[in-house]
Structure formats: C-alpha cells, structure tokens
C-alpha cells in the first residue's frame, strides 16, 4: 500500500555548504576513470618532485609525496597506489641528483631511499586496507541483512544529502512511503519464514522499476521507502504505478 508520496522543490532550504564541498569532491574522485585518476596522481608526483627540486638541499618533501599515493591507493587499487610509490621515489631520487645534493657515503643514500620507500610502501597498503575494510563497514552498515535494501539510518542520510542538494542547485527530489497491507496476518498465518520472503519479493518488485541513483530502503518492519533523486512528483508517481502492479501481482500469489 502506497502510505504517501512527497515532493521537495526550491522551497525547502537547508545550508550546509561545507559539508557539501566535501561529498562534491569525494564524488568527483570516486567517478573518475581509472586511467584519468592515475594521470592526475602522476602529474601531482611530478609536481611535488618540481617543488622537491627547487627547495633547498636541507629540506625535504617525503611527506608530500603522500598524497598523491594516498589518493591512488584510496580511489584507486593496490596496485595503482604501489605503482604511483615507484612514480614517487623515482621522482625524489631523480630531484636530488639533478638539485646536486650528496652524500657523505654511498650506503647512506641507499639506506635512506629505501626507508623512504618502504615508508611509502606502508603508506600505500595501510591506506588501500583502510579503504577496503572501510567499504565492508559501510555495507553493513547501510543495508538492511534480510531483504539487501538499504536501511533506514542511510535513508536518513540520503535524505539530508538531498536536501543539501536541493538548496545548493535547486534540484528536486521526491519521496515515497509504502508498507504491506496485512503484513502481522502473514507471519500468522503462514509463518516468519514466508514473511521473510514476502519482504525480499517486495524489494526485488521495486527495484526494475526505479533508477540506479534512486534509494530504495527498509525503515523497519513491513515500511519501505524510496527516495526519487532530481525527480518531481509526476515523474515519482508514474513510478508508482508500476511498482503497485507489480506488488498486486505478488498479493495474488499469497
């Protein structure tokens, strides 16, 4: 049963533009290509390497050359961030030959270039485990177990996030309530097993009928919510219409 159907538009305004600085550039970076991503860590290495040059021999830019691996190892793989680490000391290396600077002793300039790198090493693969154990987290923590919806926490955000949208580009957005009519005489009847499996056919009706962008979650219980992005409330209800055929045809199977 379709609970209700809402739509935001230019009237509903939130401010957080620091916060959605930040969402905007992790966008901007998660969408990049992976070839485009690398080519942007390697001209930042070779930036750094250029500073790393004209700097005085007393100082040094090890740390600088973090970043670029950090954000190869991050958004990228294992073995781009490794491979943008190679980039790196290649690039401090070569900026202390062609700046002049020498050592006193031979083995003093490999054992320091190879600190450097294993310490650029484990900044790559701490920064990838990171990541990788910061995705499981977030999956867990966004969907719901039963029916791999989202849950109603990430709901929750999304929907700020959608508001922040709204004020910052006037982008409208719509949201959709529904819950299963009868849901208790289900498990009643038929037991809790069946109910399970009503609530992932409700979610597997749902989903061919709304975009890749568009939220689909559980609240709780037999209550879901779908949250239309830059859609308006014409646009969401013909949405509707098609997710309600398709879950009167689950209700017959009953």
């Known amino acids: 049963a ?4 809402y739509s935001c538009g230019h009237d509903f305004i939130v401010c957080h533009d620091r916060a959605e600085r930040v969402i905007h550039l992790d966008r901007i ?3 990049l290509p992976s070839w485009l991503l690398f080519l942007v860590c390697l001209i930042m290495t070779v930036f ?3 500073i790393d040059f004209l ?4 100082t040094t830019m090890t740390l600088f050359y973090v970043v670029p691996i950090s954000l190869a190892s991050w958004y990228g793989s ?3 961030g490794f491979t943008v680490t190679f980039v790196a000391l290649a690039t401090l290396i070569t900026a202390e030959i062609l700046a002049g600077r020498h050592y006193s002793q031979v083995y003093l300039q490999v054992w320091n270039n190879l600190a450097r790198f294993g310490l650029l090493m484990l900044v790559s693969y701490l920064v990838n485990s990171l990541r990788e154990r910061f995705e499981v987290e977030k999956n867990l923590a966004e969907t719901d177990p039963l029916t791999t919806a989202y849950n109603g926490r990430y709901f929750r955000e999304r929907s700020a996030t959608e508001i922040r949208r709204l004020e910052r580009y006037r982008r409208p957005f719509t949201v959709a309530y529904l819950d299963v009519d009868d849901f208790k005489k ?5 037991g809790h097993a069946v109910g399970d499996e ?3 056919k409700v979610v597997s009706a749902i989903r061919p009928c709304v975009r890749e962008l568009d939220i689909v979650a559980r609240l709780g219980g037999d209550e879901f919510a779908i949250l239309f992005v830059d859609t308006s409330l014409p646009g969401a209800a013909e949405a509707m219409e098609k997710i309600q055929s398709r879950l009167r045809a689950i209700a017959e199977d009953i």
């Open 55 to 58: 700097t005085v021999p007393e």
């Open 186 to 190: 289900v498990n009643d009847i038929h």
């Open 48 to 50: 750094v390497g250029v």
């Open 2 to 5: 379709l609970l209700a159907l």
């Open 198 to 200: 009503l609530l992932k």
């Open 78 to 80: 294992r073995g781009m």
């Open 29 to 31: 970076f998660r969408r």
